[in-house]
């Protein structure tokens, strides 16, 4: 053979070889190379397990009469559940598929989305091929592309949340204070019968009175004088003293007439400044912005008050209106009412439930760890204080910690009748929510939950449903691992 006629017999081997590629009856498998899987390794979001595939067809691998349906197959033990299957064609094919040119090859993406089951923590992602050449299959094999799953949200289970309690109000020591004042003529200590015999006056006596005769209150007594601050430091701090002395020595005789012993703490004030800050402040004068800059610019008393008479026309004001209500002595009754002890209100519960206040039957329920007597207990709330959010509330939140989700329900649902903004039941509801898998309505209802004892572990496990891993772990903070 001679040189030209090797020559032509390898072009044509050549060619044919070509033609036999492109034309071929068969489709090459792809690899893995060929496909990116996010996420990968698969993981849940919420109860779904969804998956991103890109994809890219190589050059000159399509054939142009080929029809390719490439689905996701999620394989687990002896089981597979198949995804969304998604078809593409050759340039010579008509129909709505995708094209896929052959000399240029091309990128797609396939997304689907799994329910999640336990089983599926020990599983691979596969795709599976039907491929068609004028209507003769070609086979190919199915193709692993990620492993799965990370199943992070799905460890969260709604049943295991801690409902939200509504607090009780019960305080062992309740504070009160009642008040009186004894109020002077300008320049003036003497206690006018006028003042003695008012009607706040005669109300703070008998309050003292009350308190101190009754075994589960505390009382003392304060008194504050003051003067006004116009005139000379030296006087006012002598008015001021003496306007002290004799409504300290008025109101220990007083106290001593109805065998009352408590102690008298007594203080002079000899110019009330803050007093008069205060009363101008919340005064509607013309120039009160005036006289609160001369009060900023000058700490000196006298300057202060020289400054003010300056202003003619406002210290006349004031002197009508301002500086009389100064002149006093204030009395203070501090009363502290002592509530019963854990043993007084479990032992009135047991025998007379009605003697106890709706505080003190909500505090009795965090004094038994016997769930029969707390939910007694929500009961009788319910029953007697029916206009209380919290009975309804409370009684609910037993019902979802016994697994029954519909008598939760009606609890939170009258619950919220009552107060439909109470803190506790938005976030009790909002598990209920969750439950139903209704994750748009759970957020909205966490959003009205603010105060809610339990809400960062709500919102760790909305997170945690919703695929926010991140925001997962801050909600949820040193409350789970």
Request: glycine share 6%; aromatic share 8%.
């Amino acid at each position: 053979m001679n040189r030209k006629s090797h020559l032509l017999s390898l072009l044509f081997a050549v060619t044919a070889v070509l033609f036999t590629t492109s034309c071929s009856s068969k489709l090459t498998p792809l690899s893995q190379s060929n496909f990116n899987v996010t996420p990968s390794p698969l993981e849940t979001v919420g109860n779904q397990v969804p998956v991103t595939i890109n994809g890219t067809f190589p050059e000159k691998w399509f054939h142009k009469n080929g029809i390719v349906t490439i689905t996701p197959v999620l394989k687990y033990g002896d089981r597979e559940l198949t995804g969304t299957p998604y078809s593409f064609q050759g340039e010579n094919i008509s129909g709505n598929r995708t094209t896929i040119s052959n000399r240029r090859g091309g990128n797609f993406t396939i997304t689907s989305t799994f329910p999640y089951k336990p089983e599926m923590l020990n599983s691979e992602l596969y795709l599976r091929f039907d491929g068609r050449i004028k209507n003769k299959q070609s086979i190919l094999p199915d193709l692993k592309v990620a492993d799965g799953v990370i199943a992070t949200s799905a460890l969260a289970d709604v049943r295991t949340s801690t409902p939200s309690v509504a607090p009780d109000g019960f305080q062992r020591i309740i504070k009160e204070a009642q008040e009186a004042n004894i109020m002077f003529v300008i320049q003036q200590a003497k206690l006018r019968d006028s003042e003695l015999n008012k009607q706040d006056m005669t109300a703070w006596k008998r309050r003292v009175e009350e308190a101190f005769n009754d075994p589960r209150q505390n009382v003392n007594v304060e008194v504050s004088a003051y003067a006004s601050p116009d005139g000379s430091l030296s006087l006012n701090e002598q008015l001021a003293a003496q306007r002290e002395k004799n409504t300290s020595g008025y109101l220990e005789e007083e106290l001593s007439k109805r065998n009352i012993h408590t102690d008298v703490y007594a203080r002079y004030t000899a110019e009330d400044w803050e007093g008069f800050r205060q009363l101008v402040m919340a005064s509607d004068l013309q120039d009160k912005e005036l006289i609160l800059r001369v009060l900023e610019m000058y700490p000196d008393s006298e300057t202060r008050e020289r400054e003010i008479r300056n202003i003619s026309y406002v210290f006349e004001e004031l002197a009508t209106t301002i500086l009389p209500q100064l002149r006093r002595s204030r009395i203070i009754a501090n009363i502290e009412i002592v509530g019963k002890s854990d043993e007084e209100i479990m032992t009135t519960w047991n025998s007379n439930p009605k003697e106890l206040t709706v505080e003190e039957l909500l505090y009795a329920s965090s004094l038994t760890n016997d769930e029969k007597v707390k939910e007694r207990i929500y009961q009788y709330v319910t029953a007697n204080f029916s206009n209380d959010y919290r009975g309804w509330n409370n009684i609910g939140t037993m019902f979802f910690k016994q697994g029954d989700y519909a008598k939760a329900k009606q609890a939170f649902n009258r619950a919220a009748q009552v107060n439909p903004s109470a803190p506790e039941v938005n976030m009790n509801k909002a598990l209920l929510a969750i439950m139903d898998n209704d994750l748009e309505t759970a957020n909205e209802l966490l959003g009205k939950s603010a105060g809610a004892a339990g809400l960062d572990e709500a919102m760790g496990l909305l997170n945690l449903l919703q695929g926010n891993y991140n925001q997962a772990v801050d909600a949820y903070g040193n409350n789970k691992t």
